[in-house]
């Protein structure tokens, strides 16, 4: 499996002769309007929409929320073939986007994406927060992944770690990300997510969604430090950088 991290939820996976993208954010720095609020984008990725070879489908964690998919990430998805997300992204976004229920599976070539629970804050908030879902790749002979998208929640992990079991590489949103609209966190902490890791046994371990926007708590220090103890195991890029796991 090969790796390019764009920065923010945003990267390329190949794996298996499949091209897939993790929410699409391609704007540069700025405050970007929601609802009454705006987020604060601080860098912008280390590649545009323009420089992403051909993809076969994108995997968007959720709609609602510009650090997730932005303007130019919106503008994108009506370039492929195929958008895997939550049954809300279908109603507001329309085609190519299609719902993936938790544990419904599609196939892309020799890879089965399954839609997995995700929740974007702490118990009860999905009324604020919205819709989120999160993705198990796996195919025959290939790496099972785990793209947790924006989750915050262990419970959740531990459920899709007792209904999948382990998995080689987990690709974890973090970041602690903290609003004034919820009183908890939307996102795992570095803390949880080194134990969101060894609930799902995962070999692997790519951070995603932990810096680069003003409402996060944490960033690359807190997530090297809490994941000291992994080792090698851990694979904390750099925007731009590509690696294989």
Known sequence: MEIRYAGGPTAVLE???????TDPTFDGPGEYPIGARALTKTRGP???????????AVLLSHDQHPD???????????????????????????????????WTSVDVGPVRVTGVPAQHGPDGTEHLVG???????????????????DNASLDVVRAVAERVGEVDVALLFMGGARTPLVDGYLTLTSEDGVSAARL????????????HWAHFTQGRESVMKAFASFGDGLRLLAPGERVEV
Request: hydrophobic residues 45%.
């Open 46 to 56: 280390a590649f545009g929409a323009d420089e992403v070879e051909p993809v076969d």
């Open 15 to 21: 794996l298996g002769g499949v091209r897939l993208l």
């Open 131 to 149: 819709e989120v879902t999160g993705f198990v790749l796996s195919g025959d002979g290939l790496p099972t992944v785990y793209v947790s998208g």
């Open 200 to 211: 799902l046994g995962a070999r692997h371990v790519v951070p995603l969604h932990f810096e």
């Open 68 to 102: 997730n998919l932005d303007r130019a990430g919106r503008a994108y998805l009506s370039t492929v073939p195929l958008v895997l997300s939550t049954g809300s992204a279908v109603a507001r976004v329309g085609e190519p986007v299609r719902a993936l229920p938790n």
